[in-house]
């Protein structure tokens, strides 16, 4: 996981951003965390996604990965570090780049957008995000896993995905 988050942390601080970049990605990730906060009661209601979603299509992939990962880690400090932190930013990073990349140079009209975007949100949260952390939750917390741990596992987490992906 480690390796997989690297690449893009050296490739933002080796081309020098600006204040002002640093300052937006500073801000998404604060608003971020707060809104991970501010619904603590709601399991798996949380907008911290859709920033992360947000920030890879209007500013680049490194950028939502950046959003993305940083704004788990932190608001992990509130909620509880643990084995499943890395899972989570590399989701949520990974997430950021693949928004970059299914949206860079697409011309539509920002109702279309806005449609387009919320309909890749919610299944990009439901598929990807939900196999990364229910595989992690399987990794992490099984000894010989097995198909059928994994099968138990995906079913179990169908609906929090779900609640997620709205």
Same mark, same amino acid.
């Given at each position: 996981l480690l390796?997989?988050?690297?690449?893009?942390? #050296?490739?933002?601080?080796?081309?020098?951003?600006?204040?002002?970049? *640093?300052? *937006?990605?500073?801000?998404?990730?604060? *608003? &971020? +965390?707060a809104g991970r906060a501010a619904f603590f009661m709601l399991?798996?209601?949380?907008? +911290? #996604?859709?920033?992360?979603i947000l920030a890879g299509?209007?500013? &680049?992939?490194?950028s939502g990965f950046l959003? &993305?990962?940083?704004?788990m880690l932190v608001s992990n400090i509130l909620f509880g570090?643990?084995?499943?932190?890395?899972?989570?930013?590399?989701?949520?990073g990974l997430i950021g780049v693949l928004s970059a990349i299914v949206?860079?140079?697409?011309?539509?009209?920002?109702?279309?957008?806005?449609? #387009?975007i919320s309909i890749y949100g919610f299944f990009v949260t439901f598929v990807l995000y939900? #196999? *990364?952390l229910d595989t992690a939750t399987v990794v992490m917390y099984t000894d010989k896993p097995r198909l059928s741990t994994f099968l138990a596992t995906y079913g179990a987490g169908i609906?929090?995905?779900? +609640?997620h992906g709205l």
């Open positions: 390796e997989g988050m690297l690449p893009f942390f #050296l490739a933002f601080e080796g081309r020098r951003p600006g204040a002002r970049e *640093i300052a *937006i990605l500073a801000s998404l990730c604060a *608003i &971020g +965390v399991p798996q209601a949380k907008p +911290v #996604l859709a920033l992360t299509v209007a500013l &680049g992939g490194e959003v &993305g990962g940083v704004t570090q643990g084995p499943w932190t890395p899972w989570q930013m590399i989701a949520f949206f860079s140079g697409k011309r539509q009209k920002h109702a279309e957008k806005r449609v #387009l939900g #196999l *990364i609906f929090f995905n779900f +609640v």
